[in-house]
């Protein structure tokens, strides 16, 4: 009994988890859309290249690390 609600707990977790970062990933592609099209009205700018969730994510974590061994 206790092994299937510790499966249980696990599969939740695991569910929640994938849902928040489907979540991120879906909210950051939203935003980078909308600046694209904030950015092709203007006509007389150049749009910076989209960037990648990915390429986001990992630009994000070498901030922090580089925030936390910053003194």
Request: contains cysteine; proline residues 3%.
């Amino acid at each position: 009994m206790i092994k299937k609600i510790t499966l249980m707990i696990v599969t939740f977790g695991a569910v929640l988890a994938c849902t928040s970062e489907s979540l991120k990933r879906t909210a950051y592609e939203t935003m980078e859309n909308v600046r694209q099209q904030e950015c092709h009205k203007d006509l007389s700018s150049e749009c910076p290249e989209r960037q990648s969730y990915e390429d986001y994510q990992r630009d994000k974590e070498e901030l922090e690390n580089i925030n936390q061994h910053s003194p």
